[in-house]
């Protein structure tokens, strides 16, 4: 199992440690739903430095990833960021990725901990030799995820340099002025928990110290450190999909929910597929879903209409800022119209549950 740079400092924290996609990685620190609350209220940091981080840079990147991505990548600036997917020649998910545009053939690309390796592979085989060139430099830096409606409150303690906050899908580049002074930090205004937040890259070597110095200054804002538990029931409670449930190689974008991901004024890997599946349809949809019984949906579990299986649940959880059951399913389209009522098999009984609109939670006026 990999270690992440931070690892020490989760152990002093007393997190709990799981095995996540071969790294070591913080489950909770005082607990999912404690630091779910915060990240809601305050701030959480999040420890990501397991995510994939690959370079692509030099002639030709542009028109790579306008290839490899269904996304316009042309529109992209300077300093945008951007959502994206790769895609197999059958419209398959290979992994969802955000791409970050550093200058003109110039990107940073972010992956999933489990399709890293299998994203690389895919990436260097759609080049033409060994253009543009592509690094991975997942092991030589770090990834912090600062998140929450202080966290610019907090953030702009370490870079008072900068007035104004950063616009949301933009990032700046700098050297840190105060902690690890010189450190090259990329920050970017995206995130996985639908607060306001920011994601920080930056050399392995200086990550423990610009943890401590986000941790302290946010000390006066309530921050904690918050765990894969906390990232995993924010992100449901946005209706976020997450790859390996809502999305595989087996998978579309159409089907999951992400067309608007998708231009069709354009050529890409997959195409000829996602043009077919919108001209004759598709079997199944991804719905949302609350459950109107008690219980707690999770994944796998079956879901059951007019006496028939008609669907599975991809990603399921008790939302604790709504206190219900929520979750994400494919379903029979045929069954997937918002108000239709299912019943969900939890330990063999069926829970009522309805099909809700996605986001399952609306961020506070602040």
Known sequence: MKQTPLHKIHLDLGAKIVHFAGWEMPLSYTGVTDEHRCVRNAAGLFDVSHMGRFELSGEGADALLSLITPVAIDPLPKGGAQYAMLLNAEGGIIDDIYIYKKGENDYLIIVNASNRLKALRWIKKQRTGNSPKIQDLTEETALIALQGPKSWDILSQIIPSRKKEIPLRRFIELESPTAAPGAKL??????????????????????????RAIMAAGESFGIKAAGLGARDTLRLE????????????????????????????????????????QEKGFPRKLVGFELLDQGVPREGLLIYSEQKEIGKVTSGNYSPSLRKGIGMAYIDRNYSEEGTELLIDIRGKGALAVIVKKPFYRKKAR
């Open 186 to 211: 990329l920050i970017a205004r995206t995130g996985y928990t639908g607060e306001k937040g920011y994601e920080i890259v930056m050399p392995a070597e200086n990550a423990q110290d610009i943890w």
């Open 238 to 277: 946005l209706g976020y999909p997450l790859y390996g449930h809502e999305m595989d190689e087996e998978t579309t974008p159409i089907e999951a929910d992400l067309t608007r991901f998708v231009d069709f004024e354009k050529d890409f890997i997959g195409k000829e597929k996602l043009v077919e599946q």
